[in-house]
């Protein structure tokens, strides 16, 4: 390994790095040492060159490679969407916007919405990742499982000064999704909220969250290991899904009242049609995981008349990503990591696959 990346005011760009590929869908990875970085006279208006140093490995890297998602991606792909590094060239600035407000230098986070138009609708009401023209990094533009990632100025998220790039890492897309999720449920300080999968990579993240916004959490997930990294972050509300029913369990802890909301992180179908039945009036269920092939069956009847309200939440916006990274660096949410070098991707995600992953992978790229 190198020595290490720092802040810097310029930075010498080489022609080539280190990255990490494949050029065909579930195709073999080919580890990269002279794979071309864009040069700074190549970038085109609003884009920048970030020297990554760290980039998380998220379940969608996973997905994009096995290509199980309704969805194209290119190829060959660079994956990778929750890198953290430093600016280090800024392109031109796009035609009639403002010059991009950071510096060579700065910390930042490449997120999965690399890009967006910023112009229409959805992105004027702040769901940018619903853009039509929406960049996804590492899917349909290159991502961050290289040393030198082109993205764009506007939709960079600033890393507060002093958080170590590591930690940032698995916050820009994990932490601002489970993030999200808890304000789209829209309930008040002192509420329940229901986390089934909590034990997980994105639940461990939520309950941290949920527990810093002021609600009481229910945790649900399995195993007494999983209770004990929970009751780690103060919750003492655990119900384990495979010892009895969960539906009465929430109605207990509740005192027959049953939760607020329920933010959905596991991948189990069965999940969702459990919070249907222990979710109060007016309660918010928050679809997050994404069991595959998979419907939401509610009773329209007892919809209607609790006044659920049944939501789905998709990352975040550019805000969203702040807060999210705030909270985080206010030593409010701890993830919970491993860092492994780049070239160790190719077992990370034969790892993930046969679901033998403790916790997250976060690939130093240094
Ligand atoms: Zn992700
Ligand atoms: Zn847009």
């Keep these: ?11 010498e760009i080489p022609k080539t790095q280190r990255a990490v590929t494949f050029a065909e869908t579930h195709g073999p990875h080919t580890i990269q040492t002279d794979w071309p970085v864009t040069q700074p006279s190549e970038l085109k208006p609003g884009e920048v060159l970030v020297r990554v140093v760290y980039s998380g490995v998220c379940h969608t890297d996973l997905h994009a490679w096995l290509g199980d998602w309704p969805l194209e991606n290119k190829l060959p792909l660079v994956g990778g969407h929750e890198g953290s590094g430093y600016v280090a060239f800024i392109g031109p600035p796009l035609e009639g916007a403002e010059p991009c407000t950071l510096k060579v230098g700065d910390a930042v986070g490449i997120k999965w919405l690399a890009d967006s138009c910023l112009h229409c609708e959805e992105c004027g009401k702040g769901f940018e990742s619903s853009c039509g023209q929406a960049k996804n990094s590492g899917f349909s533009v290159d991502g ?46 002192g509420e329940v909220v229901v986390i089934p999968g909590a034990g997980g990579g994105l639940g461990h993240l939520a309950v941290q969250y949920a527990k810093a916004m002021g609600y009481r959490v229910i945790a649900i997930d399995s195993g007494a290991e999983k209770e004990k990294l929970l009751a780690s972050y103060g919750v003492t509300d655990f119900i384990d899904y495979q010892k009895g029913d969960v539906v009465e369990a929430v109605q207990k802890l509740t005192d027959g009242a049953g939760a607020h909301a329920a933010v959905v992180v596991a991948s189990g179908s069965q999940a969702y049609e459990q919070a249907l039945q222990y979710l109060r009036p007016h309660g918010a269920l928050v679809c997050v995981g994404m069991p595959p092939n998979a ?64 916790g997250r992978i976060v690939l130093d790229l240094q």
Aim: aromatic residues 10%; contains cysteine.
């Design 144 to 189: 961050s499982f290289q040393q030198w990632a082109v993205s764009w100025g506007a939709h960079l998220t600033p890393i507060p000064a002093g958080f170590p790039l590591a930690n940032a890492a698995p916050i820009l897309c994990a932490g601002v999704t489970v993030y999200k999720a808890l304000k789209e449920a829209a309930i008040l300080k």
């Design 295 to 358: 419907d939401i069956r509610a009773n329209v009847f007892w919809t209607v008349v609790k006044s659920h309200r049944i939501i789905g939440s998709y990352v975040g916006n550019r805000q969203d990503a702040i807060e999210a990274l705030e909270l985080a660096a206010a030593g409010k949410v701890h993830t919970t990591f491993t860092i492994e070098p780049l070239a160790n991707l190719p077992s990370v995600f034969e790892r993930m696959h046969a679901l033998t992953l403790n």
């Design 1 to 11: 390994m190198s020595s290490q990346v720092v802040s810097q005011t310029s930075y």
